[in-house]
Nanobody
Framework: VQLQASGGGLVQAGGSLRLSCEAS????????IGWFRQAPGKEREGVSC????????VYAHSVKDRFTISRDNAKKTVYLKMNNLKPEDTAVYYC??????????????????WGQGTLVTVSS
């Protein structure tokens, strides 16, 4: 099982980025996927998650109306489109697999496989 996160980079405040999470070694269609982030000195926090079909999504309050999660199971990829980025969005972003039936849970503790992370830096 592998999850490969990519798409991070340096962007000015107000800008946009799209992160990708490519899955391999398992059937992505069967699993919910979450995006998380961890800023220096802070705990890892849930950003968004999406059900296996893509029909249900959940967002953290801090990113709601700015970020959009989506997936393309045929391409084995989950995306996180981030608009109107703010300096406080600066963090390493991780994707992870949720082995449970859909709960819409943004707590990281029960996610079983994690990608390596991609750094997003937003300058003011």
């Amino acid at each position: 099982v592998q999850l490969q996160a990519s798409g991070g980079g340096l962007v000015q405040a107000g800008g946009s980025l799209r992160l990708s999470c490519e899955a391999s070694g398992f059937t992505l269609d069967y699993y919910s996927i979450g995006w998380f982030r961890q800023a220096p000195g802070k705990e890892r926090e849930g950003v968004s998650c999406i059900s296996s079909s893509g029909g249900s999504t959940v967002y953290a309050h801090s990113v709601k109306d700015r970020f959009t999660i989506s997936r393309d199971n045929a391409k084995k990829t989950v995306y996180l489109k981030m608009n109107n980025l703010k300096p406080e969005d600066t963090a390493v972003y991780y994707c992870a697999r949720d082995p449970r039936s859909w709960l819409g849970d943004l707590s990281p503790y029960d996610y079983d496989y994690w990608g390596q992370g991609t750094l997003v830096t937003v300058s003011s």
